[in-house]
């Protein structure tokens, strides 16, 4: 059974097709999910809202997936972050880890056992900080 939070998962892609297939595996889990396809809405949207994960593709529009979730740890550093891509090249990996704190990669093709183990790991993960936090 899952843990659940009240504060829904963001979820940023540029193509529609994946984006519809990851808030569906999402909501399919009993989550709630904000989706967006814009970087500029999501940003804005995690100035108004708090978010239990923040999932990106790699390669969005606007700007690199990496640099929106440089730009979600700023405005949610409790939420864990997720990358979603295809390139997995060993210094892009230590880069995210450090500069914007990546909790998990999702590699392209991706499994939807992959997007739903990540997801509840990164639920958990805010559950705890939450408790953490107002205990």
Do not use: C
């Not at 889990?29 to 809202?49: C, H, I, N, P, R």
């Amino acid at each position: 059974m899952m843990n659940p939070t009240e504060k829904p998962i963001l979820i940023l892609d540029s193509e529609d097709i994946v984006l519809l297939a990851l808030s569906e595996t999402v909501t399919a889990m009993g989550y709630k999910v904000k989706a967006f396809t814009s970087a500029a809405k999501a940003l804005q949207q995690l100035t108004q809202e708090e978010f239990s994960v923040i999932l990106s593709d790699l390669r969005i529009a606007e700007m690199s997936g990496l640099d929106f979730l440089k730009e979600a740890k700023k405005h949610q550093p409790n939420a864990p972050r997720i990358l979603v891509t295809g390139i997995l090249k060993p210094n892009m990996i230590i880069d995210s880890i450090n500069e914007a704190e990546i909790f998990r990669f999702i590699a392209k093709p991706w499994a939807r056992a992959d997007i739903t183990a990540a997801i509840k790991e990164a639920v958990n993960r805010f559950n705890e900080k939450d408790s953490i936090l107002f205990s």
